[in-house]
């Protein structure tokens, strides 16, 4: 348990609220420009997913995940990192490459039941 109080001591010697504040108020022109920057990159590229979204013929109700992909692409780019599951989803993304997207209406139609039907018996 040292360690943790050697720890928490160390922390509370480095860290007031006074030194945060200083700080803060010394970067906050900078942050908020750089801040104000990624939001209109975020939006620019929302409008042009949604456009070629809109082009594909892809169904309304399906824009919301290609949008939540195209987020994670965006903080891929932009220096932030994917952790967990999510960071593999991105890879192909994260080089520039992205497929077209693909609408439900655009694939073959096949039969639901295909799997359940028997083998045609042998003549």
């Known amino acids: 348990m040292s ?8 922390w509370k010697a480095k860290y007031s609220p006074e030194i945060a504040q200083q700080t803060t108020t010394r970067i ?9 920057a990624s939001l209109v990159a975020l939006c620019a590229m929302e ?8 082009a594909s013929g892809i169904d309304t109700m399906l824009i919301v995940f290609y949008l939540d992909f195209a987020r994670q692409l965006f ?11 999510d960071a ?9 490459e992205m497929a077209e997207p693909r609408s439900p209406a655009r694939s073959a139609r ?9 083998p045609a018996p042998a003549p």
């Open 75 to 85: 903080r891929l780019s932009h220096g932030r990192t994917i952790s967990g599951g």
């Open 28 to 36: 906050y022109a900078e942050m908020s420009e750089r801040y104000q």
């Open 88 to 96: 593999g989803k991105g890879s192909a993304g994260a080089t520039g």
């Open 47 to 54: 409008t042009d997913t949604k456009q070629v979204l809109s």
């Open 3 to 10: 360690d943790v109080t050697r720890r928490l001591s160390r």
């Open 110 to 118: 096949r039969d639901p039941h295909r799997r359940l039907q028997l």
